[in-house]
RNA sequence: GCUCGUAUAGUGUAGUGGCCCAUCAUGAAGGACUCUCAUUCCUUCGACCCGGGUUCAAAUCCCGGUACGAGCACCA
């Protein structure tokens, strides 16, 4: 036809036709960032982060902030920070939390979450929807052990309690609050259906009995004051709607939660959120990590608190000089998808690495220190850069006159070195005392190993913290008279990066 | 056991039927620059789980298998 025709009358005949087949297809393009977000209209995106507040965050919660943070901000949202504290038994909240998150929230966003929301400040808000399920008889108050249940769970049968009158269930709610019934009398279900393909959305418990006497809940304007608290699967969508929430992003171990609780919607006549869902994340140097057992071997002592270099909690990265940007692009990088990943932390150190590099100043560091006198003629003033990408940052000033230098013991295997930025040197005696060196060429006239060193004049004794292996490590050596201030990032030459943590300690970052 | 989900270089990741003998990052190896084993730059290496099917055309869709993970708590 093209031939017959021409071309343009082809193109004609498509134009009318099927026009989108005369789009010119673009070159696909490596998608930045993160994926498309489903049903997003820019300014009307609520997303929420929602921890239990029971220790400060870790690594893993980390994902949960950069992930939903960036897309409130990319389509000029809001994110909730909203802490699940609705169990005062298994993992009860721990007081500080409730200050320590936001505050690391935002440090890790570089803004504060639009909103905070306390779910045990909520509790009445959940009973009156807890009500009305009963009234309107798609809940029920079911007294059966959870063995039973468990057993018409699987068999599919109907549990009795089922068909409690509205009466009933009302007046069995009363007893579930006025402690006429204790923990495992009774427990709110949400009748779903019992042929249901999967067994764990069968009828599932929504609210249930806590011994709040024996465990009050920690905040003090809550303490003993409910006996009923909902479950996880309950309060969230519950809170969900009435917080105005479009778009959830979570782990896929909460994907049943999702159908629970959709479950739930269509009683209520809600629209339930869209949906998306990362896997699991595991570091290999780390393995798994989890609050709860954390929060156990600090208080039995195995570490000094949760700040502790050890531990993968934000503020042990924070102190050992990961910072907010490397962690924002590293969990950007790993995007949202539902494969069960194990990252290296070399991944997160490459990121930190571009974070804090051109920033950080270089300081000599000397472990395991070994005095030198240098003998012949030499200049009395040294200068090396503060920073060799960075002329306009100055120099580093150091003065031999008196002939005495400090360097890493491992640097003697070999004799005929060079001292960065001053000198070539011959190790005279290894094992004198002192031991003595003969300065050659003051020019760089070969390709001798270069190693870094200290005057005497210009040293300060220091401790340089490691955290390897699961133990904490401290090398007592030499860092140069420095006057930054603590919590700077610094680059220790050919060791690498440290965090000033105060006057003379450093925490090693990583190389 | 039942239910759900995922499978692309060593590790992550892009890719929604032709642009893909597959993207980017990281890693490893080599090199350039450099008076740090840093930074920066260059080069090289390296992958679509397996088997069927649909189609002119499959990493992409369907079915089966395998592997891994999660849920089946009166935890979150």
Not at 396 to 423: C, M, P, Y
């Amino acid at each position: 036809m093209a031939a017959e025709q021409g071309v343009a009358a082809l193109q004609a005949i498509l134009q009318t036709e099927a026009p989108h087949l005369l789009e010119k297809r673009e070159k696909k393009e490596r998608r930045e960032g993160l994926p498309e977000l489903k049903n997003a209209v820019k300014g009307k995106v609520v997303l929420r982060f929602a921890p239990n507040p029971n220790g400060p965050l870790s690594f893993g919660h980390a994902r949960g902030i950069v992930i939903n943070g960036n897309y409130a901000k990319e389509w000029d949202g809001e994110l909730i920070l909203r802490f699940d504290d609705t169990d005062t038994v298994v993992k009860p909240p721990l007081p500080s939390a409730y200050d320590q998150i936001p505050e690391e929230a935002e440090w890790l966003l570089g803004f504060k979450p639009h909103r905070v929301v306390i779910a045990s400040e909520q509790i009445p808000h959940y009973y009156e929807h807890a009500i009305k399920m009963l009234e309107e008889k798609f809940g029920y108050i079911c007294q059966c052990s959870g063995e039973d249940f468990k057993e018409y769970r699987v068999t599919k049968t109907e549990c009795p309690c089922r068909s409690n009158s509205r009466e009933l269930n009302l007046e069995l709610w009363g007893k579930m609050n006025d402690g006429t019934f204790v923990p495992g009398d009774a427990v709110v279900r949400v009748k779903t259906s019992m042929d249901l393909k999967n067994p764990a959305l069968r009828d599932w418990p929504a609210l249930r009995i806590q011994n709040t006497a024996q465990h009050p809940h920690p905040r003090p304007s809550i303490g003993s004051k409910y006996r009923v608290w909902p479950l996880l699967d309950f309060q969230s969508a519950v809170e969900d709607h009435m917080q105005g929430v479009t778009h959830i992003i979570r782990g896929k171990d909460l994907m049943d939660s999702t159908r629970k609780q959709t479950l739930l919607y269509e009683h209520f006549g809600w629209t339930y959120p869209e949906t998306m869902y990362w896997g699991r994340v595991k570091v290999h140097e780390w393995g798994g990590f989890s609050t709860s057992q954390m929060r156990r071997d600090i208080e039995a002592g195995l570490f000094s608190g949760w700040d502790d270099p050890r531990l993968p909690t934000l503020r042990a990265l924070r102190k050992t000089g990961i910072t907010a940007d490397a962690l924002r692009d590293f969990w950007v990088e790993l995007g949202v998808t539902q494969k069960d990943i194990s990252v290296p932390l070399s991944t997160l150190y490459s990121h930190n690495t571009k974070s804090i590099d051109d920033d950080a100043p270089r300081l000599s560091f000397i472990r395991d220190p070994v005095n030198l006198t240098l003998k012949g003629e030499h200049p009395n003033k040294v200068s090396v850069e503060v920073h060799p990408n960075h002329p306009s940052r100055g120099m580093r000033h150091f003065d031999v006159t008196n002939n005495s230098i400090w360097v890493e013991k491992q640097d003697l295997d070999k004799s005929e070195i060079r001292l960065k930025g001053f000198a070539n040197i011959a190790i005279e005696n290894q094992k004198g005392n002192p031991i003595t060196a003969k300065i050659g060429s003051v020019e760089r006239n070969d390709r001798r190993p270069i190693i870094h060193w200290l005057p005497d004049s210009g040293k300060t004794k220091a401790t340089l913290m490691l955290a390897e292996d699961g133990e904490i490590k401290h090398f007592e050596g030499l860092i140069e008279a420095h006057s930054y201030p603590h919590g700077t990032m610094v680059q220790i030459e050919r060791i690498g990066y440290a965090r000033v943590l105060d006057d003379s300690t450093l925490i090693f970052t990583h190389s």
